[in-house]
T-cell receptor
Framework: GQNIDQPTEMTATEGAIVQINCTYQTSGFNGLFWYQQHAGEAPTFLSYNVLDGLEEKGRFSSFLSRSKGYSYLLLKELQMKDSASYLCAPMDSNYQLIWGAGTKLIIKP | GAVVSQHPSRVICKSGTSVKIECRSLDFQATTMFWYRQFPKKSLMLMATSNEGSKATYEQGVEKDKFLINHASLTLSTLTVTSAHPEDSSFYIC????????????FGQGTRLTVV
């Protein structure tokens, strides 16, 4: 079957760095997306990885290892507004996004 | 990024009535649109995938006669919840994708449906 494994919840301090890990199993693979979702709102796109390695975009970076079925999202210089759920969503062979429940990130002052 | 507009953002309706939710891609042509529902603290659940001009493909367990999807143009898809019941109360979200299947899907703002 297809599944996503992310920690349910993480807590970090404002100004610090946090890494959210994601392992996945899919039928085929056409890249992996990270989305941010604030409570009561729709997800917003953060990053897309299709090749192994690190993609950096401002305070956010995303890493992919296809052989290990592993990705992480790295958030630097954390701000209070980063408190949200972070969704790891790989795309399967049918170009369908596979969604897990996401990781709720709590930022403390 | 591209803009997807979903309307209404909130709706309260009486049990037994129907509700239509619109999803529009404002600055690109959405070849494919996806409809999700999400319960609190749960993952997005794909309800159906629609391609412009063709019938929607529904996921297993989703009643196509209850959740009517129309994707008549490259910029508009609608979801109609027919004969709504309180258990249909949920957060409904659409997303749209252009012609390249391996690009990100852009999400609408979501619709909070409450059936009383």
């Amino acid at each position: 079957g297809q599944n996503i494994d992310q920690p349910t919840e993480m807590t970090a301090t404002e100004g610090a760095i946090v890494q959210i890990n994601c392992t996945y199993q899919t039928s085929g693979f056409n890249g992996l997306f990270w989305y941010q979702q604030h409570a009561g709102e729709a997800p917003t796109f953060l990053s897309y990885n299709v090749l192994d390695g690190l993609e950096e975009k401002g305070r956010f970076s995303s890493f992919l290892s296809r052989s290990k079925g592993y990705s992480y999202l790295l958030l630097k210089e954390l701000q209070m507004k980063d408190s949200a759920s972070y969704l790891c969503a790989p795309m399967d062979s049918n170009y369908q996004l596979i969604w897990g429940a996401g990781t709720k990130l709590i930022i403390k002052p | 990024g591209a803009v997807v507009s979903q309307h209404p953002s909130r709706v309260i309706c009486k049990s037994g009535t129907s509700v239509k939710i619109e999803c529009r891609s404002l600055d690109f042509q959405a070849t494919t649109m996806f409809w999700y529902r999400q319960f609190p603290k749960k993952s997005l659940m794909l309800m159906a995938t629609s391609n412009e001009g063709s019938k929607a493909t529904y996921e297993q367990g989703v009643e196509k006669d209850k959740f009517l999807i129309n994707h008549a143009s490259l910029t508009l898809s609608t979801l109609t919840v027919t004969s709504a019941h309180p258990e249909d109360s949920s957060f409904y979200i659409c997303s749209a994708r252009g012609t390249d299947r391996d690009t990100e899907a852009f999400f609408g703002q979501g619709t909070r449906l409450t059936v009383v």
